[in-house]
């Protein structure tokens, strides 16, 4: 009886419970949902409610060097988005449009219009559009069944009544009202995420808004990249909208789930590492009114910040080269004429021991925090400062290359270590036919060299020696072949990307066919001849330099190059990704490549390098290189070492386009073994990461 009496009471008090449970789950429905968007204080305001779907932005990862100084992270900002589902039910939309862009105009707020004709009359399509703005005005064109010549004019013309602008709206708002109703309705036709009105706006911006209460206009959370420092531009990169270039991204973004609308990266190790540093973005549900409200919001998904990407780069060698860079170039500039500047240049520099890039300078060079604002400026630049000469650049290497035609011969068997080649000043053997190349010596003195063996050629840079050992490798067992050179310098990694995540050029290993092919004509004796001291037609990257000196430093040990350190997660806990070197080739013949070191040691002591490093605190082997273009041009100017010569750690290439000589761009580099060695930099880290003057 009482087991049973208590079982029933149970139950009473249970059905009690989850009836009362229910009336209170009405009425906060009631009060919270429906009342709420029933209700106003004119009590006219729209009496439904919609949810939508929503994506909440991951934020960005963290970009650091290898020492953990910050280089580039991600701040809070703010977007406003307009949402044409609840503006084209405002009788007024035309006057909220033109309201907030004239608001937006007041506030010094940038703004989305793509729409590809010019803002004032007479309207004429702007020239210079990316494809994909063309294909979205073609796209629209379609839809509505326009001529697809129509003119500016009448497409204005067109526009204006579609959209229903009074005549009573001037001329120069109307075009204004279009470019927003452009882009609200190209985002309906290409099925994509409501429009971002702006990015970045400032809190009184968002505070002006929220006072006018504009339906379908919405102050939405989201993120931007903050740039620590000024330098290493080429290798960070930009991000920007996924769908704002020509280059076909968003098919393939769209393939990973990103929204049309995102934010990626463009270039440098933001596109490199995009998949690390991107994040998972969340998504929540907006419980909205009719005209726009937010009533409530849900949670879905939580986003997911993106990694924390460390660079092998170290900040300060990267300062302590762009800084020697510009001025050396400054420099040379102050003694030449208009037309004879020295145009640009590049530094590279590779840990010998790992492969990892430690510098990527470029010059001219630009501002990340400013790129969007001067784009237009540095994209019409003749001097190109957006181009990473670094990676992209291609030279000919001059004599910077004599140590692989060196190694060409020993491996070959035309030279020993201490067999002689006599240099009388000039190559002689096919005088006969018009080619008498000197050696550089010649034309100052009158003679060349004298006898010379494999260290003496490569301390005095005699061309007359590497001409001969040049014809003998080229001439040997099938007869005039330029693969025979190459070969070696395909070992030492000329023409072959070097492992960067980030673009870079092959250069050119010059033979037979591409001459054919490029030139029409057969190769000569003579092109083998001039391979043989980097001249012709043959071309590499200063990053392939570096890596080549890096090679020789290691005694034949050729890395892939890198430029990712480790990638750590969001709060820098975990460590998701850790490199570590990786062998690309080992070359072997160690013995010869001892010769090759000896020889760029002599360089720095007694040789064409001497001045700057003979005396040098850490033991320097070197080589300089000079680059005759045009007879009407200046010569350019390459340069390689690596330190210290007894255990080597760095190797470093540089070259300055019109900079006369090799030895004339000896103190770039010497900056950078300054900054390396000496730790002479003229900045200091705080605790947050940042870079102090």
């Known amino acids: 009886m009482n087991k049973l009496f208590k079982r029933t009471r149970l139950a009473v008090v249970l059905t009690v419970f989850l009836g009362v449970l229910a009336v209170y789950a009405v009425t906060l429905y009631k009060l919270q949902i429906y009342d709420a968007a029933a209700s106003g204080a004119a009590g006219d305001a729209p009496k439904t409610v919609s949810a939508v779907l929503r994506t909440v932005r991951?934020?960005?990862?963290?970009?650091?060097?290898?020492?953990?100084?910050?280089?580039?992270?991600?701040?809070?900002?703010?977007?406003?988005?307009l949402s044409w589902e609840?503006?084209?039910?405002?009788?007024?939309?035309?006057?909220?449009?033109?309201d907030i862009i004239h608001m937006a105009a007041e506030s010094g707020i940038s703004y989305a219009d793509t729409f590809p004709v010019t803002q004032g009359a007479p309207f004429e399509y702007k020239s210079s559009v990316s494809d994909t703005l063309k294909n979205r005005l073609a796209k629209y064109i379609d839809t509505f069944d326009l001529a697809p010549d129509i003119s500016a004019s009448e497409l204005i013309v067109w526009m204006r009544e579609h959209y229903k602008i009074p005549y009573t709206t001037s001329i120069s708002d109307a075009r204004l009202?279009?470019?927003?109703?452009?882009?609200?309705?190209?985002?309906?036709?290409?099925?994509?995420?409501?429009?971002?009105?702006?990015?970045?706006?400032?809190?009184?911006?968002?505070?002006?808004?929220?006072?006018?209460?504009?339906?379908?206009?919405?102050?939405?959370?989201?993120?931007?990249?903050?740039?620590?420092?000024?330098?290493?531009?080429?290798?960070?990169?930009?991000?920007?909208?996924?769908?704002?270039?020509?280059?076909?991204?968003?098919?393939?973004?769209?393939?990973?789930?990103?929204?049309?609308?995102?934010?990626?990266?463009?270039?440098?190790?933001?596109?490199?590492?995009?998949?690390?540093?991107?994040?998972?973005?969340?998504?929540?549900?907006?419980?909205?009114?009719?005209?726009?409200?937010?009533?409530?919001?849900?949670?879905?998904?939580?986003?997911?910040?993106?990694?924390?990407?460390?660079?092998?780069?170290?900040i300060r060698l990267q300062e302590a080269a762009e800084r020697a860079l510009e001025q050396k170039i400054a420099d040379i500039n102050l003694e030449r004429e208009a037309d004879q500047l020295a145009t640009g240049g590049a530094v590279a520099a590779v840990s010998v021991k790992t492969g990892e890039t430690l510098v990527l300078a470029s010059y001219p060079t630009y501002n990340l925090a400013t790129l969007m604002e001067n784009i237009a400026d540095l994209s019409a630049d003749i001097t190109a400062p957006m181009y990473n000469r670094a990676t992209l650049g291609t030279y000919a290497p001059g004599s910077t290359f004599k140590m692989v035609t060196a190694y060409a011969g020993l491996v070959g068997g035309v030279i020993s270590r201490w067999s002689t080649i006599n240099d009388t000043g000039i190559f002689t053997k096919y005088q006969d036919v018009g080619f008498s190349p000197r050696c550089w010596i010649y034309t100052s003195t009158g003679h060349g060299h004298g006898p010379l063996d494999i260290i003496g050629a490569i301390q005095n840079s005699c061309n007359v020696y590497f001409y001969e050992v040049a014809d003998r490798v080229s001439q040997s067992q099938d007869g005039n072949n330029p693969n025979?050179?190459?070969?070696?310098?395909?070992?030492?990694?000329f023409g072959a990307v070097t492992g960067l995540e980030i673009y870079e050029s092959e250069g050119l290993l010059a033979d037979r066919e591409w001459k054919v092919r490029e030139k029409k004509e057969?190769?000569?004796?003579?092109?083998?001849?001039?391979?043989?001291?980097?001249?012709?037609?043959?071309?590499?990257?200063?990053?392939?330099?570096?890596?080549?000196?890096?090679?020789?430093?290691?005694?034949?040990?050729?890395?892939?190059?890198?430029?990712?350190?480790?990638?750590?997660?969001?709060?820098?806990?975990?460590?998701?990704?850790?490199?570590?070197?990786?062998?690309?080739?080992?070359?072997?013949?160690?013995?010869?490549?001892?010769?090759?070191?000896?020889g760029m040691r002599a360089v720095a002591t007694d040789g064409t390098a001497k001045t700057v490093f003979s005396k040098y605190s850490v033991p320097v082997a070197a080589k300089t290189g000079t680059v005759q273009q045009t007879t009407s041009e200046i010569n350019n100017g390459v340069f390689v070492c690596y330190a210290p010569a007894d255990d080597p750690e760095i190797a470093i290439a540089v070259v300055v386009e019109k900079g006369g000589s090799g030895a004339a761009i000896m103190e770039v580099a010497k900056a950078v073994l300054d900054a390396y060695f000496l730790r002479e930099v003229n900045f200091d880290v705080v605790g947050d990461g940042r870079l102090v003057p």
């Open 522 to 598: 057969g190769w000569r004796s003579g092109d083998s001849v001039l391979l043989g001291i980097g001249q012709g037609f043959s071309s590499c990257t200063p990053i392939q330099l570096a890596n080549y000196t890096a090679t020789i430093a290691s005694g034949g040990t050729r890395y892939k190059t890198t430029l990712l350190k480790s990638v750590k997660s969001a709060d820098f806990s975990e460590n998701i990704k850790e490199m570590t070197p990786t062998v690309a080739q080992e070359l072997g013949n160690a013995e010869y490549i001892s010769y090759l070191q000896t």
């Open 86 to 98: 609840t503006l084209r039910a405002v009788p007024d939309m035309n006057e909220v449009v033109r």
């Open 58 to 81: 991951a934020s960005r990862g963290d970009i650091l060097d290898r020492n953990g100084v910050l280089l580039v992270s991600s701040t809070p900002s703010y977007n406003v988005r």
């Open 484 to 493: 025979n050179l190459n070969a070696a310098a395909a070992d030492f990694g």
């Open 177 to 314: 009202i279009i470019g927003v109703r452009y882009e609200l309705e190209t985002e309906i036709l290409l099925k994509t995420a409501e429009y971002v009105f702006a990015r970045n706006v400032d809190l009184e911006f968002i505070a002006r808004l929220e006072e006018k209460s504009y339906p379908g206009v919405f102050v939405e959370p989201d993120s931007r990249r903050e740039y620590h420092t000024s330098f290493a531009a080429h290798i960070l990169g930009n991000v920007a909208p996924v769908d704002g270039g020509d280059k076909g991204d968003w098919e393939y973004f769209k393939a990973l789930g990103y929204p049309r609308d995102a934010r990626v990266g463009k270039s440098g190790v933001e596109l490199a590492f995009e998949k690390e540093l991107h994040g998972v973005d969340g998504h929540e549900i907006v419980y909205l009114a009719a005209d726009g409200t937010v009533i409530s919001r849900k949670e879905e998904a939580a986003p997911q910040p993106g990694g924390n990407v460390y660079l092998t780069i170290d």
